[in-house]
C-alpha cells in the first residue's frame, strides 16, 4: 500500500503562519512606500504615509529607515526627511550628470533679497518695518521677490498700529535647503553661503 507523505507533513503552528502573514504585509508595505515616494511631489509627513498604507505608524517609521539605509548603501537614490515629511531623491554627487539630461533651472535672486530672507529665517515671524529696521532700507521689492519665488508667506499679522503683515518661510524653502524643519537652521554664516550657492545670488546694482 503506498504512503500518504501528506498525511505525516507537520503542519504549520498558527504562529507560524501569523508570521509569514506579516513578513508578507511588511512587504507589501515596504514596496508600496517606494511607489508612493517615487510618485509623490512633496514631502510625505509619515502619518499620512501610515494612513495610505493602512498600516501602524510605528512600522510605517522603521520601513522609512530601512528603505533610507538601504538605498544608502545601494543605490543612486536616496530617502530623505526634510520639510516635515519624506521624500525620494536624487543623491548630490550625481548633480552633474542628471544636469547633462534636465539643466536646471536656477532661481535668481539679488543680494537684497539674500538678506530679507535671511532675517526672515531666523526671526519670523516678523513684519517688514522689523525688516527695514534692521536692513535700514526700503524691503519692498525684496519682499515681494520672495513672495512671487514662493520661499516665505504671510502668516498673519502682528497686534500693533496698522496691524503690519507677519512673514514667515514656507515648507518650499525648507525643502530648497534641505532641512526637517526650522529647528534644523545651521550658524548664519554657514547658511549664507548655502543660500548664495543655491540661489545663484544675482548682482543687482540697486541690490534689491
Known amino acids: 500500500m503506498p504512503?500518504?507523505?501528506?498525511s505525516h507533513a507537520p503542519r504549520p503552528s498558527s504562529r507560524e503562519t501569523d508570521t509569514e502573514g506579516q513578513e508578507e504585509r511588511r512587504t507589501f508595505w515596504r514596496k508600496?512606500?517606494?511607489c508612493l515616494l517615487f510618485v509623490a511631489t512633496r514631502p510625505l509627513p509619515s502619518d499620512e504615509l501610515a494612513r495610505l498604507l493602512d498600516a501602524p505608524l510605528d512600522e510605517v517609521l522603521m520601513l522609512l529607515n530601512e528603505l533610507a539605509v538601504d538605498y544608502e548603501r545601494?543605490?543612486?537614490l536616496a530617502i530623505v526627511e526634510v520639510a516635515g515629511g519624506w521624500r525620494m531623491v536624487t543623491r548630490p554627487e550625481f548633480a552633474p550628470v542628471i544636469a547633462r539630461l534636465n539643466p536646471p533651472q536656477r532661481m535668481r535672486l539679488s543680494r537684497g533679497s539674500l538678506e530679507v530672507l535671511a532675517i526672515i529665517a531666523y526671526h519670523q515671524p516678523i513684519t517688514r518695518p522689523e525688516i527695514e529696521q534692521m536692513r535700514g532700507v526700503d524691503s519692498s521689492g525684496a519682499l515681494q521677490s520672495l513672495l512671487e519665488h514662493g520661499l516665505i508667506q504671510i502668516v498673519g499679522h502682528k497686534e500693533a498700529p496698522g496691524r503690519p503683515?507677519?512673514?514667515a518661510t514656507t515648507q518650499k524653502f525648507l525643502e530648497l535647503f534641505g532641512l526637517r524643519s526650522l529647528d534644523d537652521l545651521p550658524p548664519l554664516r554657514e547658511w549664507q553661503e548655502?543660500?548664495?550657492?543655491?540661489?545663484n545670488e544675482g548682482r543687482g546694482a540697486n541690490g534689491e
Open 3 to 6: 504512503t500518504n507523505f501528506a
Open 32 to 34: 508600496a512606500l517606494e
Open 74 to 76: 545601494r543605490s543612486g
Open 165 to 167: 503683515r507677519l512673514f
Open 194 to 199: 548655502k543660500a548664495a550657492e543655491l540661489l
